[in-house]
């Protein structure tokens, strides 16, 4: 991601967000707590710190974001950790989602990583279904998510 990409980023952060935790997450958190400019002093931040690596899906327009992790330790396989991925709500079903999933996993073998870690909230039907057809499988043990107060389940791919 290009500093010029983070307003188009963070809207699409934000309102898909929106659409797919609606329900799910309190209404505080979706609309007072994540804003548009919020997400963008986020994004902002994370490009001067360089501490996440953060993609776009841009054919012309921005339509997509991805933003994975590394987790490293010294004596174990290196995990690549999915911390996002949004489509413009507008654009979702053209297979932008897939594009950028297959993306993270190429990004997850340049790095040489044994798995991708993703967690999803347990009530988000769309998203696990997503997951689960990209591949991935969970251990079915649900967590209280500290920053969203909701169920969550850890998902996990094996490269």
């Known amino acids: 991601m290009k500093i010029a990409d983070i307003p188009r980023a963070a ?8 659409k797919a935790y609606l329900g799910i997450v309190s209404n505080a958190n979706l609309f007072a707590e994540s804003t548009v400019l919020k997400r ?15 993609y776009v899906y841009d054919d012309g327009i921005v339509k997509g974001i991805l933003s994975v992790g590394l987790y490293a330790e010294n004596d174990k396989p290196k995990i690549l950790i999915l911390r996002k ?34 967690t999803v909230l347990e009530q988000n ?31 996990i791919k094996e490269i």
């Open 125 to 155: 039907a769309v998203a696990r279904t997503f997951y689960e057809k990209a591949g991935f499988i969970t251990d079915g043990l649900a967590r209280i998510s500290r920053s969203l107060g909701v169920l969550v389940l850890d998902y």
């Open 85 to 118: 991925i949004y489509v413009e709500p507008a654009m979702q079903g053209q297979g932008i989602g897939s594009m950028l999933m297959d993306y993270c996993e190429t990004l997850a073998k340049k790095q040489d990583c044994a798995r991708i870690h993703l």
């Open 11 to 18: 809207e699409i952060h934000t309102f898909a967000r929106r």
């Open 40 to 54: 963008m002093e986020s994004f902002e931040q994370a490009l001067r710190q360089n501490d996440k690596e953060v």
